[in-house]
């Protein structure tokens, strides 16, 4: 673990704390009239001060003639007696699956208030390999907002000898030994394929060495996994999950010695399921702590991210300030940075968050490592900008672009009726179930139905030109348009589209290509919006606010033309093709069941065992 040199002890820089509140050097900024939230003890201190020097808390409290620290450039905020908070902390979260690039997501996280997140970029990983990884960590640095790194482990999702899907990079041991030097890892991301975990796979489990070796924090991904099973995948030394969204899941997690991230992002939505746990005043929950894992750049501009969180988890009944601490101190403890952040004490960072309530919490100033970033909603501190590499910026190797009937399922039956295994998604979560139901057959071709909202999808390989195309089917989209395609599909990031109309699904693909990555919805024809993704087909290099009014024209379309209700729809879509989360998805290779890592026939007749 290379922390960056804003966690490291320096002595000059104590010296001027000690200096400044002993009244022997003019503070940087004081704060006055604020009740600070006490995250260590659960309190509100009323009436407080905080002195500021540098990018440090050199005290607080109920600081007597405030004058004293006050020079000819000391900036003085009056707190109105506002309610004064750490800053958020957000423990896992993919920032690809905002659509933004670090510095447009540090624009929009910080508005809200959270000044330090622990980002996995394995979707970078996974289009780019560790190239993309220390391309993200770079474009990480000289940002406001802290941006600690987990390595991702899983690059590919699955282990490449399954032949489970087409992959761009692998990101191994070595590679991983390589990264854990850099500057702002903190971890290895999630550990996904829990079924090599399980099978004791000496290839994952010196990834998880080596992560030690290096003094990183261990991170994992184990859904619906209980009993023996659970105890295996915490044999292997991960330590954290996101993935409960059972209360029982969540308390045999615990019980275990994990820690428990409670996941409320876009689509993934555990909270409510979960809250009784944060209720139960018999249940510690120092294991505890919110994340987002993926939220888009709606949410983000229009609800916000670690305070949307604590805001519904208040909705929910719970307590402001447990909720609160669920934000800051929690995740600040479970990354060993309590030293540092998650506290409003002397010898932290000045991480501070302004709100006029605490029963809804609604960030108008923050201030970052002892900068005001903004003051009342407003910028006051321009992001510095990243020119990416064009290696970065064209992604999109289809190689022949596919025939409409290259699309097709196709049977050997002119006409009738076959049964197929038919993926069906459940809104707001990240779970897929199995279920056979019967199709027509019209000239050798299983057609979809979409008046029992089953719609065609491939998933085509982007990456090497291999032209190979998966097949299925999915229930419950909700989709109504002729296609959508797009270069997000966890994890790999292969080229998924979803339609009934074949035809509009090749213009759909025309644009992908065209554009070098993105989001597209097509129909009789006629490009509907489109977002273009450049940056490894993932991200926009465009301002947020550009990526905001472009997703929102994409979605109000589909709501207003189509009827779709299906919130998160796009990021739903995209957890189609990764093959390590129960209980069926879809790859460039076909139909995979998850639980027997195998590839299975589309047509149910097709089976043997």
């Not at 992959?167 to 702002?184: F, H, P, R, S, V």
């Not at 060993?336 to 100033?365: M, N, Q, W």
């Not at 990416?388 to 097709?408: M, R, S």
């Not at 196709?410 to 809104?427: D, E, L, S, T, Y």
Request: charged share 25%.
């Amino acid at each position: 673990m290379v922390l960056p040199s804003i966690f490291k002890y320096d002595v000059e820089e104590r010296i001027n704390l000690i200096n400044t509140i002993m009244g022997r050097k003019p503070a940087d900024i004081v704060i006055s009239n604020v009740n600070i939230v006490l995250t260590t003890t659960g309190e509100i201190l009323e009436d407080a001060n905080i002195v500021i020097s540098g990018k440090r808390i050199a005290g607080m409290g109920k600081i007597n003639e405030l004058h004293r620290f006050v020079g000819r450039e000391t900036i003085v905020i009056d707190g109105e007696n506002n309610y004064v908070l750490p800053g958020f902390i957000d423990p896992h979260v993919h920032i690809e699956s905002s659509l933004l690039t670090p510095r447009g997501f540090a624009k929009l996280a910080l508005r809200h208030g959270t000044t330090t997140i622990v980002a996995d970029p394995h979707e970078i990983g996974n289009v780019l390999g560790s190239k993309g990884v220390e391309l993200f960590v770079e474009a990480s640095k000289n940002l406001p907002l802290k941006i600690l790194i987990d390595i991702p482990s899983c690059v590919p999702a699955t282990d490449p000898s399954f032949g489970l899907e087409t992959t761009a990079n692998i990101i191994g041991i070595d590679e991983i030994e390589k990264l854990a030097m850099l500057e702002g890892t903190i971890g290895l991301g999630e550990v996904m394929d829990y079924v090599s975990v399980l099978n004791a796979s000496k290839y994952v489990l010196e990834k998880i060495r080596i992560a030690n070796k290096y003094g990183l924090i261990i991170n994992g991904h184990a859904p619906l996994l209980q009993g023996e099973k659970l105890d295996a995948y915490i044999d292997a030394g991960i330590w954290s999950d996101h993935e409960s969204t059972t209360l029982e899941e969540a308390i045999e997690k615990i019980r275990k010695g994990m820690y428990v991230f409670i996941r409320e992002g876009s689509a993934w939505k555990d909270l409510k399921a979960l809250s009784p746990l944060l209720k139960n005043n018999s249940i510690d929950l120092r294991l505890c702590s919110f994340a987002s894992d993926d939220i888009n750049v709606v949410d983000l501009m229009e609800k916000g991210h670690m305070d949307r969180i604590i805001n519904i988890a208040i909705e929910y009944g719970i307590d402001p300030i447990k909720a609160i601490q669920l934000a800051t101190i929690g995740p600040a403890i479970r990354l060993h940075l309590e030293d540092h952040i998650g506290i409003i004490g002397p010898a932290r960072l000045a991480d501070i968050v302004f709100t006029k309530s605490i029963e809804y919490i609604e960030p108008h100033t923050v201030i970052a490592n002892g900068e005001i970033i903004y003051y009342k909603g407003e910028l006051k501190k321009p992001l510095p900008e990243y020119n990416y590499p064009k290696y970065a910026l064209n992604t999109v190797n289809i190689g022949k672009i596919p025939k409409p009937e290259d699309l097709l399922v196709k049977v050997n039956v002119k006409r009738g009726i076959v049964r197929a295994n038919i993926i069906q998604v459940i809104p707001g979560s990240a779970i897929t179930k199995r279920v056979v139901e019967e199709l027509v057959v019209e000239n050798g071709v299983v057609l979809p139905d979409p008046s029992r909202d089953i719609i065609l999808a491939t998933v085509i390989d982007r990456h090497k030109a291999t032209g190979s195309i998966g097949k299925g089917f999915i229930k419950g989209l909700g989709f109504r348009a002729g296609a959508i395609a797009q270069t997000i599909a966890h994890d790999t990031h292969n080229l998924i589209v979803a339609g009934s109309n074949p035809e509009d699904m090749v213009e759909a693909i025309k644009w992908i290509n065209n554009n070098q990555g993105g989001i597209v919805v097509v129909d009789n024809g006629e490009v509907l919006a489109g977002i273009p993704l450049r940056l490894a087909g993932l991200m926009s290099t465009e301002e947020p606010e550009k990526v905001y009014e472009e997703y929102k024209n994409l979605t109000n379309i589909l709501m207003k033309k189509y009827g779709l209700e299906f919130e998160a729809f796009f990021m739903t879509l995209g957890l189609v093709a990764l093959p390590v989360i129960p209980e069926i998805r879809l790859t460039d290779k076909g139909l995979v069941d998850v639980n027997k890592a195998k590839i299975i026939p589309l047509i149910v007749d097709e089976e043997s065992g």
